[in-house]
């Protein structure tokens, strides 16, 4: 007796991969040894994001993005890139905006939240230079990694269901065995690359997180590739002191790279606020393709690396103000309020 | 006669309205923008022990000023808990939340929201963030609230897109679709007035208008007939202390203005 498909949704399958097929891949391609892992941002993109790669950001679009990488892959030119649209805000719109990234799994993306819509990532979409290749929800993508950490095919959930959402999802409906009812399946997704930055990591890859740690726990685990960047690398005493607050374990991380202030200019809890001064000029200028261009020119390939790049926007002078806010001995500015 | 003198916002009368409705000792997961202001100030009036949950893993924070995201440090700031998506999602799946509190683009007659798209998918005249959280919302609370600006483009009898289940197609289609029996959406709150759903044919219908609206307007303002009943109720109008708590709450001036 097998199972009947109630529906079947229309969305492309993307990173999905048979559960042994995935273990043999894990088996031969991640090391459990502890080893030094510590790299250039440089040469973790080189070395784990390649072109037509499934790729996937920890954090909330927004909130502790590893930006140093977003700008690297730009600077590359990475082409052809598939992402996960798992509530991606800031790290999508400027990578569809420079041409990375032309494929996407929603849940929500070419979105700023209360700033508005995003004018680069709408623009993609609308003129066909992007693709939305399937709709989801952002528990439906959680439970996508959480099924792929578990190596499992698939979970079972009760989102989703009797909605265009899962019409246009990768996702299926069956009749649940137990109690008769209609039941999601939410297929295991794979990443072939995550990357996440954290406040604090040894050389080996063990990280914490401080505040919510959204899904990096199971994107993590479920991600082919990690890489990790880190407001700083800490001893690895200092993990062992507490080991229940480590949320990446090593033997999942291919790369750490130590870059402090690395999520500017997204939120950092605790450490630094968002610069809205700066995402703001990036609303403004991605109204067009020029601006978008001249955006990149300066901020991205006018510099040489994240230092620079923080000399730019402003340097200490506005790093210290963005923590004074983040730790509410300041009150925010955004040029986008002048609207409101 | 003392002429009565309009001293309040559509906005920050939505935002009362809105807060009013949740229960204290009830919890609430909220999406951006409004209905983080109505729960906050729920709280810091008739309803204390209101448990508000962010997806992203923000449990019972003493949210001190208006979060951008759901998802930022504000929504965690002396919580009971930062945890992770799948633990709130797992909650609403679990029955722990009462509440789902959203914002809308699109609504229909059915209640169903669409934030993902207008015009057609494949070709888009607007491509719209899509469901972020509000499909996983709408399908595990177990009442949704929604609170969004009305007019004809947005009040339309079938959405092009349904991204959040209301009631679908109509009475029984959701536990049909296997959805948790008994949730659904409970009220729409807009400029213009708050609705509920028809117990019999799971259809909008008004229930209180705001002071000053007239059914015309109610009518002019939606592309479906909404049924008018006999007597409808005038909500209250903001208080000066609501006012005060809304600029203590959002301080910048981002949802409520300046």
């Known amino acids: 007796m097998s199972i009947q498909i109630l529906q079947q949704g229309s969305g492309e399958l993307i990173g999905w991969h048979d559960p042994d097929e995935n273990r043999q891949w894990v088996r031969e391609h991640k090391s459990r040894d502890l080893r030094d892992k510590r790299m250039s941002v440089k040469e973790a993109v080189e070395e784990f994001v390649h072109d037509g790669n499934f790729v996937a950001f920890g954090g909330f679009g927004h909130i502790r993005i590893p930006m140093a990488v977003v700008y690297e892959i730009i600077r590359q030119q990475k082409r052809g890139l598939i992402m996960a649209g798992k509530t991606a805000v800031h790290d999508i719109d400027l990578l569809i905006g420079a041409g990375c990234v032309n494929k996407v799994e929603v849940a929500y993306a070419f979105g700023h939240e209360l700033r508005g819509l995003s004018p680069a990532g709408r623009r993609a979409v609308e003129t066909g230079q992007c693709k939305v290749v399937a709709e989801i929800s952002n528990a439906g993508y959680q439970w996508r990694f959480l099924a792929g950490m578990m190596g499992i095919p698939f979970i079972p959930s009760r989102n989703m269901l009797g909605t265009d959402t899962l019409k246009h999802s990768a996702c299926k409906v069956v009749e649940d065995p137990w109690s008769g009812k209609p039941v999601c399946l939410i297929p295991a997704a794979y990443p072939d690359v995550a990357m996440f930055h954290v406040p604090r990591c040894d050389m080996y890859g063990n990280a914490r997180i401080d505040g919510i740690i959204v899904e990096d726990f199971e994107l993590a685990r479920a991600a082919r590739r990690v890489i990790v960047t880190t407001e700083e690398i800490v001893d690895t005493e200092v993990i062992r002191a507490e080991p229940g607050r480590t949320v990446i374990p090593f033997y999942v991380v291919d790369a750490v790279c130590e870059v402090p202030y690395g999520a500017h200019p997204t939120l950092m809890p605790y450490l630094y606020f968002f610069d809205e001064e700066h995402i703001g000029e990036w609303l403004d200028l991605s109204q067009t393709p020029a601006g978008t261009q001249a955006y990149f020119e300066k901020y991205v390939f006018g510099v040489c690396d994240f230092e620079e790049y923080l000399d730019l926007v402003g340097g200490i002078r506005k790093l210290n103000y963005l923590k004074r806010v983040e730790q509410f001995k300041e009150p925010m500015r955004a040029p986008w309020l002048k609207d409101r | ?258």
């Open chain 2, 1 to 258: 006669m003392v002429e009565r003198v309009t001293t309040y916002t559509a906005t920050e009368l939505l935002a009362c309205v809105a807060a009013r409705m949740l229960e204290d000792k009830k919890s609430v997961l909220v999406g951006t923008g409004l209905p983080m202001i109505a729960a906050l100030l729920a709280q810091r009036t008739h309803a204390p022990g209101l448990l508000i949950i962010f997806e992203a893993g923000g449990i019972g924070p003493r949210v001190p000023v208006l979060p951008i995201s759901v998802g930022d440090s504000r929504t965690f700031y002396r919580a009971a808990a930062a945890s992770s998506m799948h633990d709130v999602m797992s909650a609403c799946q679990a029955g722990y939340v009462d509440y789902g509190f959203l914002g809308a683009a699109m609504i229909d007659v059915y209640g169903n929201l669409n934030t993902t798209v207008i015009g057609e998918w494949e070709h888009p005249t607007a491509r719209l963030p899509g469901s972020g959280g509000a499909n996983d919302i709408g399908s595990l609370c177990h009442r949704t609230i929604i609170v969004m600006r009305q007019d004809k483009r947005r009040f339309v009898e079938r959405v092009n897109f349904i991204t959040t289940p209301g009631y679908l197609d109509g009475p029984g289609a959701r536990e049909r679709a296997g959805l948790p029996e008994g949730t659904g959406p409970y009220r729409v709150i807009t400029q213009l007035g708050v609705y509920d759903f028809d117990e019999q044919t799971k259809r909008l219908r008004l229930l209180d208008m705001h002071p000053g609206v007239t059914p015309e307007e109610i009518q002019a303002n939606s592309a479906f007939a909404v049924p008018v009943p006999e007597w409808v109720e005038i909500t209250t109008p903001p208080t000066e202390d609501e006012r005060r708590l809304l600029r203590e709450i959002d301080p910048a001036g981002m949802v409520i203005g300046k």
